[in-house]
């Protein structure tokens, strides 16, 4: 069928290396006040799990893929997209 790439840990791009990261809500009230902390949040990127198939190689790749991801292959086609981030 098709490759499985395991470069890198789960809930990254493999494309854009996007990852989590932390946020902080900070509400008008808390801002009014000299020390009110709301506390810290981890925001998820939006992966999907990919079967991409790239007519130059003749193969089939999954890929975990952020949406961005998705769209830039889109727009610049499989080859060009996957031979710049470095996985084929």
């Known amino acids: 069928m098709g490759e499985q790439t395991t ?9 854009t290396k996007r990852g989590s990261m932390m946020a ?17 949040v981890r925001k998820y990127v939006n992966l999907q799990k990919k079967r991409i198939y790239v007519p130059e190689l003749k193969k089939t790749l999954v890929v975990t ?24």
């Open 24 to 40: 902080g809500g900070y509400s008008n009230a808390t801002r009014a006040t000299q020390f009110n902390p709301t506390g810290m």
């Open 65 to 88: 893929l952020s949406t961005r991801a998705i769209k830039t292959i889109n727009k610049n086609g499989a080859f060009n997209t996957l031979k710049k981030a470095g996985l084929i």
């Open 7 to 15: 470069k890198h840990m789960a809930k990254v791009c493999a494309i």
